[in-house]
């Protein structure tokens, strides 16, 4: 180490190490040494290639906005062969990457650090080469296994629903008079079911409709009907007042119009029953339409 010292100190100065100095310059190549081999570097270089920083101009981490104005230029001299990539974001991520030269990379969190810790980061980035140990197992060869319904893509099980799993039966047979009078009467039975369930909802909705309205029309004829005619003597005395002093009547209010236009709900009822017999009937037509296509008579 001293004759190495001492053949470059000469080529350099043209003489040799002074007695004195050749101690603090042995002390200062040591750490240099420690310093460089304490740095991740092989065949003299850094592993380190490229460290990536995020900037916002407003948002994001205040540290990393003082650590690219005062300790980042300080970290490029120091080590000049790592490239610094500034990222510029409206909202930066919170974190540091480092990329190595064998093509991997490592992401340090900075949320919330200041500019020396940040600092401290990017030496942390710089001591190490994100090494990997990579056991030989099936996931880390080389070769891809590729699957029997090859690439996959968003349509894959998508496109299968559109074709048939099963083969349609075919109604190529001729059926006997049995079998004609089995499945009609399966068929009838079914939708007197179906006409019969939707009759007793009907009515458990209609009934009490109209048994409201019979106690309304009673009570109307009871209280109302009675007091007619002395209203409306009443209501013609007071408008031939009005008229002597030409004071018009105002229009009738809508609680007044409404008391004189209610509907007749067993009126409703009959028409949403009848419409629903009428949809009934059109899928049964429609319903046979198609069993006609599919059997033949025999």
Not at 56 to 74: D, F, T, V
Not at 138 to 157: D, F, I
Not at 268 to 281: P, V, Y
Request: charged share 25%; proline share 5%; glycine share 4%.
């Amino acid at each position: 180490m001293c004759r190495f010292l001492n053949e470059y100190y000469m080529k350099k100065n043209k003489r040799e190490i002074p007695t004195r100095t050749f101690p603090f310059i042995l002390c200062f190549a040591e750490a240099k040494i420690r310093q460089l081999h304490h740095q991740m570097s092989r065949n003299g270089k850094l592993c380190l290639q490229q460290l990536i920083l995020p900037y916002g101009l407003i948002n994001g981490n205040n540290g990393a906005r003082h650590a690219l104005a005062r300790e980042i230029p300080q970290f490029k001299k120091q080590f000049p062969s790592v490239r610094i990539s500034v990222r510029p974001r409206i909202w930066p991520e919170q974190t540091i990457t480092g990329v190595y030269s064998d093509g991997s990379h490592l992401s340090l969190d900075i949320n919330r650090l200041s500019a020396q810790a940040i600092l401290a980061k990017a030496h942390m980035l710089v001591h190490t080469a994100n090494d990997e140990v990579r056991y030989f197992n099936a996931q880390t060869r080389v070769l891809e296994r590729k699957s029997v319904q090859g690439a996959w893509n968003p349509w894959l099980w998508i496109t299968d629903y559109a074709e048939p799993r099963y083969a349609t039966p075919k109604w190529d047979r001729k059926l006997t008079n049995q079998e004609w009078s089995h499945y009609v009467k399966k068929y009838a039975t079914s939708w007197e079911w179906e006409e019969r369930a939707v009759r007793d909802g009907i009515a458990q909705t209609s009934d009490l409709h109209v048994q409201y309205t019979q106690e309304v029309q009673k009570r109307w004829d009871d209280n109302v009907t009675k007091n007619l005619p002395s209203d409306v003597e009443g209501n013609i005395a007071e408008m031939k007042k009005r008229a002597a002093k030409r004071v018009y009547a105002e229009p009738p209010t809508h609680d007044e119009y409404v008391l004189f236009s209610t509907p007749d709900l067993r009126q409703m009822g009959n028409e949403a029953i009848s419409m629903l017999r009428r949809k009934q009937a059109v899928k049964l037509v429609q319903w046979w339409d198609k069993r006609r296509e599919q059997l033949k008579p025999p």
